[in-house]
Each structure stands twice: as structure tokens, then as C-alpha cells.
């Protein structure tokens, strides 16, 4: 089986490498807006869909197995994406401090015409951030690109005394829901 992987995340491609899986990437260009009133759980699973059609139309080998996906970090129903500067990954992190939160991320396979998916989440506990954690943070830069302004698998695995819910989905696959969609592809 030929599998894709529609994403220029090197954590995805890192956790495909670990899990074993043998895959080629195809970076897509999809217009990553939220419409009107979508839903976060739509929203990132509407993403993965079409970054797995974008990717089948570069490759045009109908055969393929195309992996898209979409992380999304989310807190009162909003969600948090990349921080475009330091200020807005601190008040990110200032609103995270000491209460949970939920990583959703949609994941669409599509082999031709016949596309599946799914919706994964993963709560995650943040411990209550001081003022200086938060600055040391955001000065370390690793936040910078990520969702939510930070990275689990990281500096900021001390702030995290727990999750409820697949790991990987919180770094940006959630790899045993790939591999069960695999199977029915």
C-alpha cells in the first residue's frame, strides 16, 4: 500500500516513522479559515478532508492511501492555534494555567473517491503557571508554531501532570485511530 502523508508536520511524520509505517509526504495549500459557526470537532475534521483531496489531486494515483489531518487546541469552545507573536502565546498560556482543556484532531483518509475519518480527543491538564513559568516559556521559543502556543512532547511536559486520552493525538496524530482507519480503507 502506497500511503501519503499530506502534511508538512515533522511530529507527524515522526510519530508515522515510530509507529512503523512506511510513507511518502505531500505538503498541501488548504485555506485553513473557520466558517460561520462550525464547530471545532467539524471544523478540524473538514480541514483533514481536504487536505487529503488537495494531496490526491497532486499525486493523481488513484490507489494511494492519503492520510490528512488537523489539530486543534481548544478552551471554551474557541479554538487556539499558532501564536502569532510572544504576547499572544503568553495570554494563550495564561489561559490554559491550571485547568483542562481538549485537543481535537480530525483525520481523514481517502484512497480515490471513498474518503474516511474521524474526530480524536484528548483532554489535557495544565497545572496553574506562574507568571515567571510562563515568560521562561514563551522566551524558550518552542510554543512559537504550535497550537495552543505549546508542545507536550517538550519543555512544557511540566506543566502537564496529566491527560485523558491518546498522547500522540495531543503531539498531532492520533496514531491507533489512523491505523483502525487503515484497516477499513
Known amino acids: 500500500m502506497r500511503l501519503v502523508l499530506a502534511s508538512a508536520s515533522p511530529r507527524r511524520a515522526e510519530l508515522l516513522r515510530a509507529a512503523g509505517l512506511t510513507f511518502e509526504i505531500v505538503v498541501t495549500d488548504v485555506d485553513e479559515s473557520r466558517r460561520g459557526n462550525e464547530s471545532p470537532s467539524t471544523y478540524v475534521r473538514r480541514l483533514a478532508a481536504e487536505k487529503s483531496a488537495a494531496a490526491l489531486t497532486k499525486i493523481k494515483d488513484p490507489d494511494a492511501v492519503v492520510l490528512g489531518a488537523d489539530t486543534a487546541v481548544v478552551v471554551d469552545g474557541d479554538?487556539?492555534?499558532?501564536?502569532?507573536?510572544?504576547?499572544?502565546?503568553?495570554?494563550?498560556?495564561?489561559?490554559?494555567?491550571?485547568?483542562?482543556?481538549?485537543?481535537?484532531?480530525g483525520v481523514s483518509l481517502r484512497r480515490g473517491a471513498h474518503e474516511i475519518g474521524r474526530v480524536a480527543s484528548t483532554s489535557v491538564h495544565f497545572s496553574s503557571l506562574t507568571a515567571d513559568d510562563i515568560g521562561w516559556y514563551v522566551a524558550s521559543g518552542e510554543g512559537r508554531d504550535k497550537a495552543g502556543a505549546y508542545a507536550i512532547q517538550g519543555l512544557a511536559s511540566r506543566f502537564i501532570p496529566r491527560i485523558n486520552g491518546s498522547y500522540a493525538n495531543v503531539v498531532g496524530l492520533p496514531i491507533a485511530c489512523v491505523v483502525e482507519l487503515l484497516r477499513d480503507v
Open 79 to 105: 479554538i487556539l492555534g499558532k501564536p502569532a507573536d510572544d504576547g499572544e502565546a503568553a495570554a494563550m498560556l495564561r489561559r490554559l494555567s491550571g485547568r483542562a482543556h481538549e485537543v481535537l484532531t
